[in-house]
């Protein structure tokens, strides 16, 4: 196996935009990708950092990336790490690469003192559903994710546009 996986650095922004907007595109949502080289400048590597990312190379070649951040579970009283973004190349799929990259997650988790690593997936997605089925991972059952963005943001926040 040639895979190596390293922090991602400032000169990788370009790479990680277009992961992203890879992901998207795959998960049927380019048209909902505004973000910019300078966004992820600022949340990757502004003060302070909002997120962290990971680059994942094959025989030196970037291959896909990872791109998470820490929360907090309450219930528990520790932190999580919540994976925001996972995606290889569909040509170097079936590699272990997806694995491999979960893993070294999984190891960072438990190095910051994480209780857990959570993560959505939309439920056509089966063959993400599967691979996370095969590493461990199980649904939330009984929770659904909530979202409150753009006008209905601001309205409450007492904002005008």
Known sequence: MSLAL???TEADLPLVLRYVRALADYEKLLHEVRATEDDFRR???GSPARAEALIARWAGEPCGFALWFYSVSTFDGAPKLYVEDVFVDPAQRGRGIGRAIFA????RALK???SRMEWNVLDWNAPSIGFYRSIGALPREGWTLQRLSGDALRALAGKEN
């Open 104 to 107: 070294e997650l999984a190891r």
């Open 43 to 45: 949340l990757l590597f």
């Open 112 to 114: 910051e003192g994480c």
């Open 6 to 8: 390293r922090d991602a």
